[in-house]
């Protein structure tokens, strides 16, 4: 079955994996009812080369080169090029896996989700017990999935339709260094009416350690924004609203818990002064102490528990530092 598809790829110093990516869509079965749209950010490198060079190989390849404005800036601007019924997005330093475009030929729900491999399997599976589902059932499937884990916070990993999202002027956020993925997903979910789901790794993640992602820094802050608007959003969809408030409230605590070694590797005072914004929050220790963890797998969570109750930014820092010390000479 043809399958008419616009892949936006956001590409900014990716000379290293741009090529891989984008023969991943060249060498798809039906490759010539698609076509790719190659957003150069303001690449330094031969990024921009690479893409002048496939759109001058095949006439539906399409390139944009655009200042430095960010990915969202990017994925928006290829939205307004893109002349397909449906749109996908690829990352510059990730891939499809072969076949992937004939098996999404199979679907015709509002977002075919599909899992991904980071090289060690699927990611997605485990928290979706379901196929398909639709608008009026979304309420016991798709929403407590996505309250659950932030695993369908990624938009690549899907495809969606491109009336959808003109109709309803969806857009990436500009500016946003975390989160722009998430909240363009969902606010789609919030307007379509059916969802499938591929239990197959069609695409492949690079975990690039030198990616925005890989690279935040005010890790617990983010997280505490990401938690507030999901609160919000939860409250604007037709969910058990107790369920998802307290999936979304576990979640968040984990990520932050999660937060204390990331920060535990960087400067001491840096650290400190990090942790002691985040202690100081009622609403992270209201939430902390709601989780009530109590059964520790080592000596180090113990010992980072207890200094998180005790606010104690400072005692909490020297146990990361002494931990983190131990790791590194083993």
């Known amino acids: 079955m043809a399958f008419f598809l616009s892949v ?32 150069d950010d303001g690449s330094t490198d031969a990024s921009a080369g690479i893409c002048d060079s496939f759109s001058e190989k095949y006439d539906n390849i399409i390139t944009v080169h655009q200042k430095n404005s960010g990915v969202s800036v990017a ?4 939205l307004k090029m ?8 690829l990352d510059a330093d990730d891939y499809f ?32 017990n379901f196929d ?9 499937t798709l929403y407590p999935a996505m309250a659950l884990s932030d ?49 197959e790794p069609l695409y492949f993640y690079n975990v690039n350690e030198n990616s925005t992602t890989n690279n935040i820094v005010n890790e617990y802050e983010i997280y505490r924004s990401l938690y507030l608007w999901l609160c ?17 409230e576990s979640n968040f605590v984990y990520k932050s818990w999660m937060a204390v070694s990331a920060i535990g590797k960087k ?16 609403l992270f220790i209201s939430l902390y102490e709601k989780e009530g963890y109590d059964n520790f797998q080592s000596r180090y969570d113990s010992l980072v528990d207890r200094q998180i109750k005790n606010r104690n930014a400072i005692a909490l820092m020297a146990i990361c530092k002494i931990y983190n010390k131990r790791g590194n000479s083993k």
């Open 8 to 39: 936006i790829i956001p590409v900014y110093n990716g000379e290293a994996y741009l090529q891989n990516a984008i023969l991943s869509i060249i060498n798809q079965r039906n490759f010539r009812d698609c076509e790719i749209i190659l957003v």
């Open 75 to 78: 994925r928006n601007n290829g």
């Open 82 to 89: 893109a002349s397909k019924d449906r749109i996908a997005f």
């Open 97 to 128: 896996m072969p076949d992937a475009f004939e098996k999404f030929g199979q679907y015709d729900a509002d977002m075919i989700c599909f899992d991904f491999s980071k090289g060690n399997g699927g990611c997605i599976s485990e928290f979706v």
């Open 132 to 140: 398909f589902t639709q608008r009026d059932t979304f309420k016991d």
């Open 151 to 199: 695993a369908f916070f990624n938009c690549w990993n899907k495809i969606y339709k491109k009336d959808i999202i003109d109709k309803y002027g969806l857009r990436f956020e500009p500016g946003l260094k975390y989160g722009e993925d998430m909240k363009f997903v969902y606010e789609y979910i919030k307007v379509m009416n059916t969802f499938s789901f591929i239990r």
């Open 232 to 248: 919000e959003y939860f409250k604007s969809v037709d969910c058990d609203h107790e369920k998802c408030q307290r999936m979304i």
């Open 267 to 282: 400067k001491f005072i840096s650290g400190v002064n990090k942790l002691r914004n985040m202690l100081n929050d009622d």
